[in-house]
């Protein structure tokens, strides 16, 4: 079984800039989640979709993130304009439906260095 | 607020030896709780979970975990630690039972050959 895909691996952008990470879910997990690892921290949940629509996205800087899923299946990410504090990995992960303790399968990451 | 503390950053335990990985969260009527395991370069990997039922669980890797509800605790066991389990391991809490995941900080773990 396929796990959780993301591209870039990584990616080097000035300040100012926008950037943009994409996420392919594991097949049939209606869930998907983007999380922000910062350097020394434990991940912290940025959104999260059931199916195409936003569940949670409280810990969402909308000034400056934004998030799609359309479709219901891959996702992506952006950032517009970056900001130095944003250098982190940014983590996509999926699981099979919203309710109940359901396990989060985790994608490699996209780790990003603001300049 | 919600919280997951590992109180330590890092540990260093020479291969063979035993391990003890210790997690506290800060309170919840039904934890549900995880550890994940990061290795570099690597995604987070799933090594256990408690939802119910017994409360010492068994995970891959040879890991085990024990809930005490008493002391608020989750900590992460191995009898004899492998130089491959180098890594930075997570506790983490979904707290009332939703997919809402807590992380603590992690706890980086070094094996001395």
């Known amino acids: 079984e396929a796990g959780v895909a993301q591209s870039p691996r990584y990616k080097i952008i000035e300040k100012r800039q926008s950037v943009a990470f994409w996420c392919n879910p594991i097949s049939g997990h209606a869930t998907l989640y983007w999380y922000q690892q910062i350097l020394g921290q434990g991940p912290k949940l940025l959104i999260q979709?059931?199916?195409?629509?936003?569940?949670?996205d409280s810990q969402l800087p909308k000034d400056r993130f934004s998030a799609e899923r359309l479709k219901g299946v891959d996702s992506t990410l952006k950032i517009q304009p970056a900001k130095l504090e944003d250098s982190a990995v940014y983590l996509c992960?999926?699981?099979?439906?919203?309710?109940?303790?359901?396990?989060?399968?985790f994608g490699p990451g996209t780790r990003l260095l603001v300049l | 607020a919600q919280s997951v503390t590992q109180p330590d950053i890092h540990i260093t335990v020479s291969e063979g030896a035993s391990l003890e990985l210790r997690c506290n969260y800060s309170y919840g009527a039904t934890p549900y709780l995880f550890w994940y395991v990061q290795s570099p370069g690597q995604g987070l990997q799933l090594l256990l979970k408690?939802?119910?039922?017994?409360?010492l669980v068994q995970g891959i890797k040879g890991f085990e975990a024990e809930f005490k509800r008493s002391q608020s605790s989750f900590n992460l066991r191995k009898p004899s630690v492998h130089w491959s389990d180098a890594a930075e391991y997570f506790c983490v809490w979904a707290p009332g039972g939703y997919n809402k995941l807590i992380f603590g900080a992690g706890t980086r773990l070094a094996v001395h050959p």
């Open positions: 992960a999926s699981s099979l439906a919203v309710s109940g303790p359901l396990t989060q399968y």
């Open positions: 408690y939802f119910s039922g017994d409360t």
């Open positions: 979709f059931q199916n195409n629509g936003v569940v949670d």
